[in-house]
């Protein structure tokens, strides 16, 4: 089906580094979202964007949504060894009230190294 | 809040027996739940869109008769895997969608087995 391009689909970083990824589409979509996964479990929602330009924060973890509508990116600063884990990003294209069906990126693989 | 469980967690069973997956939307009503199937190292693939009262939609190239699903209140979503086979087993996850945000909250998932 059809997914989002997410990058990088993997990162190797140090603790203590500041990381950054972002999912682009050809498709405008009216929310972004952005979930972590850990092995064996379901996506827990980090942050939800509703608005073109909106730049959301969740600790230190933050996010925005593209101008375009077609982008979205999640920075998290200062990694520490719990973030490991799997980003995927997530775009919903419908209007409130709709079905409201997800188009998931690939996802992004997270190891922190102490 | 937005709080989604999934029972059970774990399943094995035989080849050709059905096995039923609930999902449940504990703080909030849910009139519209999603099943999703995940292999290893892959992104999320939606099954089906679960709507209270309704029949399920499926998306295509998933077997409604195969994978039944049933939202019988506002707060439980089953999926049922039906005559299963070695090729079923996967990592069943479901989400709930909250009404007013249109948000998706996820359930732990479910790991089948089917020997």
């Known amino acids: 089906g059809q997914q989002l391009n997410q990058n990088p689909q993997s990162m190797f970083i140090q603790e203590g580094e500041d990381v950054s990824m972002n999912c682009t589409s050809s498709?405008?979509?009216?929310?972004w979202l952005w979930y972590k996964q850990d092995p064996g479990e379901g996506p827990v929602l980090l942050i939800a964007l509703y608005k073109a330009g909106e730049l959301t924060s969740n600790g230190r973890l933050t996010a925005q949504f593209g101008i375009t509508r077609k982008d979205s990116f999640l920075n998290i600063s200062a990694s520490i060894p719990s973030d490991v884990g799997i980003y995927f990003c997530?775009?919903?294209?419908?209007?409130?009230?709709?079905?409201?069906?997800?188009?998931f990126g690939k996802g992004t693989k997270l190891s922190v190294k102490p | 809040g937005a709080v989604v469980s999934q029972h059970p967690s774990r399943v094995i069973c035989k080849s050709g027996t059905s096995v039923k997956i609930e999902c449940r939307s504990l703080?909030?009503?849910?009139?519209?739940m999603f099943w999703y199937r995940q292999f290893p190292k892959k992104s999320l693939m939606l099954m089906a869109t679960s709507n209270e009262g309704s029949k399920a939609t499926y998306e295509q190239g998933v077997e409604k008769d195969k994978f039944l699903i049933n939202h019988a209140s506002l707060t439980l979503s089953t999926l049922t895997v039906t005559s299963a086979h070695p090729e079923d087993s996967s990592f069943y996850i479901c989400?709930?969608?909250?009404?007013?945000?249109?948000?998706?909250?996820f359930g732990p998932g479910t790991r089948l087995t089917v020997l």
């Open positions: 997530a775009g919903q294209g419908r209007k409130l009230g709709s079905q409201g069906n997800l188009i």
């Open positions: 498709s405008i979509f009216n929310t």
């Open positions: 703080d909030f009503q849910a009139t519209t």
């Open positions: 989400s709930a969608r909250v009404w007013t945000t249109d948000t998706q909250y």
